[in-house]
């Protein structure tokens, strides 16, 4: 018995569909041809990105900063010179005393970039890689020494209670370990959940022991980011300086109110 095969659905030189034998009418179904006209559609699209993703790959490296020669010395000496600096600050701080009276410092990053490893290692130290970011530090001879190796990339002075109090109102973000997100500090529960084995159950806890240097202040400072404030020749406008930096004393509050 012979079996009828049906239309010969394979394309002839010209690339168009002819039937198995002269006459016979060609009966492709539409699936096929969907399938087929998808087919095409995918390669057309796969060609599209290749050629897109080439171009950008192109573009990318046009756009490679060219690294003059005078850029390349000026940072060579400001490195060099940062070295220096902080040699002759170790030396110092082998006879270094505590300053002021109180018990805490509010260390803030000012905009000024560079600095050799030793630097930016001592800035990441203290929490302050990032421009306008604050920090409170405790008042003992290892953080002024610390502060002084660093003293020409941040600004820093003795705090007010006032201040102190609305960094935690306004900017703090509590670090609980083993977590990413920032939780800010607007409810007590949230605090006497994550500090309640240090004896913090609300804010005001943390403010007074952090402030007055308690025995728990160094583990509260643990529970706590870096403070984001705002840019200080922003809000200081055409008086601003170009870049604030080292020991502010009294004037320290001015500066962060400005900025809170």
């Known amino acids: 018995m012979e079996v009828d095969e049906g239309p010969d659905l394979?394309?002839?030189?010209s690339g168009q569909l002819k039937p198995r034998r002269e006459g016979e009418s060609i009966k492709v179904s539409e699936t096929v041809l969907r399938k087929r006209r998808h087919d095409l559609a995918g390669i057309a699209e796969?060609?599209?990105?290749?050629?897109?993703?080439k171009e950008q790959s192109v573009k990318k490296q046009r756009r490679s900063p060219i690294v003059t020669v005078q850029k390349l010395i000026k940072e060579y000496r400001n490195r060099h010179l940062d070295r220096k600096r902080q040699t002759r600050e170790?030396?110092?701080?082998k006879s270094a005393k505590l300053k002021h009276s109180t018990a805490v410092f509010l260390a803030v990053r000012?905009?000024?970039k560079g600095g050799n490893a030793a630097t930016r290692g001592?800035?990441?130290?203290?929490?302050?890689?990032?421009?306008?970011?604050g920090v409170l530090v405790l008042n003992n001879l290892d953080n002024v020494a610390?502060?002084?190796s660093v003293e020409p990339f941040i600004f820093y002075g003795p705090p007010t209670l006032s201040t102190v109090r609305q960094l935690f109102s306004k900017r703090a973000r509590l670090h609980v370990p083993g977590r990413t997100k920032k939780e800010p500090l607007t409810d007590n529960t949230y605090v006497e959940d994550h500090l309640g084995h240090l004896g913090m159950?609300?804010?005001?806890?943390?403010?007074?022991?952090?402030?007055?240097?308690?025995?728990r202040a160094k583990d509260v400072l643990k529970f706590l980011w870096p403070f984001q404030l705002g840019d200080l020749k922003k809000a200081e406008g055409l008086d601003a300086r170009r870049?604030?930096?080292?020991?502010?004393?009294?004037?320290?509050?001015?500066?962060?109110?400005?900025?809170?």
């Open 110 to 112: 000012n905009g000024r």
């Open 122 to 133: 001592a800035l990441k130290g203290l929490g302050l890689t990032k421009a306008f970011t």
């Open 201 to 215: 159950l609300c804010v005001e806890d943390m403010v007074q022991e952090v402030f007055k240097g308690g025995e």
């Open 243 to 260: 870049n604030e930096y080292g020991d502010l004393r009294e004037k320290l509050d001015d500066k962060v109110q400005s900025i809170l």
């Open 90 to 93: 170790q030396r110092r701080t």
């Open 146 to 148: 610390r502060l002084k």
């Open 10 to 13: 394979s394309s002839g030189p």
């Open 46 to 53: 796969r060609r599209r990105k290749i050629a897109l993703a």
